[in-house]
């Protein structure tokens, strides 16, 4: 069933979606704030700091776009008795992480 399709929802409130959609948010609450952490650096590590705080708030405009369309097909997937994984939100989410690590050490390195 499509996304855009008459709504299904499921019968409990306190599934799956939920729980993961405040995961979410806390993951985009989190990487604001460490965008906020680099500008403090941003006097010593120069503009690196910048990629690595475009990177963080990149991400989280990621989630935050995408939000009420992952939670939509989690509820659609309950409802229906067929969810799926998010592999390329996992995916995304991995590699910004580690090219935020990559990019620290690298700049830490080479201070």
């Not at 409802?79 to 090219?99: C, I, K, T």
Request: glycine share 10%.
């Amino acid at each position: 069933m499509s996304v855009n399709g008459p709504l299904l929802s499921h019968d409990d409130p306190g599934l799956q979606p939920e729980r993961t959609v405040m995961s979410w948010g806390r993951t985009t609450m989190s990487l604001c704030v460490a965008a906020l952490v680099f500008l403090k650096w941003y006097p010593h590590y120069g503009t690196g700091i910048l990629v690595m705080l475009a990177l963080c708030l990149l991400a989280a405009g990621g989630i935050y776009a995408t939000q009420r369309r992952r939670y939509a097909l989690a509820s659609h997937g309950i409802a229906l008795e067929r969810v799926h994984a998010d592999v390329v939100a996992v995916l995304a989410m991995s590699g910004a992480v580690v090219g935020v690590g990559a990019l620290g050490i690298f700049l830490v390195l080479t201070d």
